[in-house]
């Protein structure tokens, strides 16, 4: 079946550590997003990448890092200068400039 | 910047119609969206509309937008249980590509 995977579901950090995010799509989509979702609010855009080995920040870009290595993949690190981590993140990706964007089943981050 | 607004909460019985209604701010928007969101999943297109419509049905979904007075909403026919969830209105930012402005979304609860 195409679609988005993001793994793991749950994902637990630590004080001072960097934690990866995989997003990993089968759609053969160019485009590819990051959303830090917080209760009683709507999705805010960290990262996003429009083609293979390029990206652009969003609204929200401070603390985290992305790459674009491959089309089929937009992996997310959550920095140790992102002081309020815990968040449930989404993936998403679109085929096109004029196509709707299709999200993955999300990562819930939490601090230990 | 854009903004989009919904209101927060929407309580129903099973088998009513369901109305959420969602106010943006972006007049040059060119495609507005619908997203479901179901507990601990991710956003699920629900359905979307050009800027150029006034109606888009699609089974027990009716869109309908108001372009001049920037209001969009998403009509549910024969409300089910299985339809409680969150709704997210979204519109396409019109000047970076296919970034979305989301809502904070809107809690539908159906009872039986």
């Known amino acids: 079946d195409g679609g988005i995977t993001q793994s793991p579901k749950y994902l637990f950090r630590k004080e001072g550590q960097n934690v990866t995010l995989s997003c990993e799509q089968n759609?053969?989509?160019?485009?590819m997003y990051w959303y830090r979702q917080d209760p009683g609010q709507g999705l805010r855009l960290i990262y996003y990448s429009q083609i293979v080995n390029d990206f652009q920040k969003g609204d929200i870009a401070e603390g985290y890092s992305v790459s674009r290595e491959k089309k089929e993949s937009f992996p997310l690190t959550v920095t140790s200068a992102q002081k309020n981590p815990t968040a449930f993140y989404l993936c998403?990706?679109?085929?096109?400039?004029?196509?709707?964007?299709?999200f993955g089943d999300g990562t819930r981050l939490s601090i230990l | 910047g854009e903004d989009v607004e919904q209101s927060l909460f929407l309580s129903v019985r099973e088998g009513d119609s369901s109305v959420i209604n969602c106010t943006y701010t972006d007049s040059s928007s060119t495609y507005l969206y619908w997203y479901k969101q179901e507990p601990g999943a991710g956003l699920q297109l629900l359905t979307y509309?050009?800027?150029?419509?006034d109606m888009k049905q699609d089974q027990r979904l009716t869109v309908l937008l108001n372009k001049k007075d920037k209001h969009l909403s998403l009509r549910i026919a024969d409300t089910q249980t299985g339809d409680s969830a969150i709704y997210f209105c979204a519109e396409r930012e019109s000047r970076y590509g296919n970034k979305l402005v989301f809502g904070a979304g809107t809690i539908l609860r159906v009872k039986s």
């Open positions: 759609l053969n989509h160019d485009a």
């Open positions: 509309i050009f800027s150029n419509m």
């Open positions: 998403a990706s679109s085929g096109g400039r004029l196509q709707p964007q299709h």
